[in-house]
């Protein structure tokens, strides 16, 4: 099993998907972008967000479908609910170009943790998927998805 890290996402794609699938998370850049890890499903590249550590993560309920608690919430969380297809020419690995030590020893932190679960992260995003594409997911959850069927058709359509 490979290795994860973590990407930031080029803006321009980010406002193309938005075109179609307003759940796509906004990028916040020049100060926040969108940080998260990459993993192959369905023959796409996808990328699933982080959200950084809020106390509400800690308490959130581990079995919850479409959430990857990392460290049990104390360094954030994985939002499997906004993932989203991506050309791999529009990922940046995130670590190296981080100035701020602070943010990137969290960055840091974050891959290395989500590393030592990894085959547990993998679980759960095939679980969810599953979920998805088969439409066994309550509808408060399918409410706040991505649409990723659609989304790996305009992938394509980026190429």
Request: glycine share 2%; net charge positive.
């Amino acid at each position: 099993m490979e290795k994860l890290k973590l990407y930031y996402i080029e803006n321009n794609y980010i406002e193309y998907l938005r075109k179609f699938d307003s759940k796509v998370a906004y990028n916040k850049i020049p100060n926040r972008p969108y940080i998260g890890v990459v993993y192959t499903y369905n023959n796409f590249k996808y990328f699933a967000p982080l959200s950084s550590p809020k106390e509400k993560h800690i308490k959130m309920n581990n079995n919850v479908i479409d959430l990857f608690k990392i460290k049990n919430g104390e360094l954030g969380v994985i939002n499997l609910n906004n993932m989203i297809p991506c050309p791999e020419k529009v990922l940046h690995e995130i670590i190296p170009i981080v100035k701020d030590d602070k943010y990137k020893k969290l960055l840091e932190n974050q891959i290395t943790e989500i590393n030592s679960k990894r085959e547990n992260l993998y679980k759960k995003v095939y679980r969810f998927q599953r979920e998805y594409r088969n439409n066994r997911l309550f509808p408060n959850i399918l409410n706040r998805c991505c649409n990723f069927i659609l989304l790996e058709q305009k992938c394509i359509e980026y190429k």
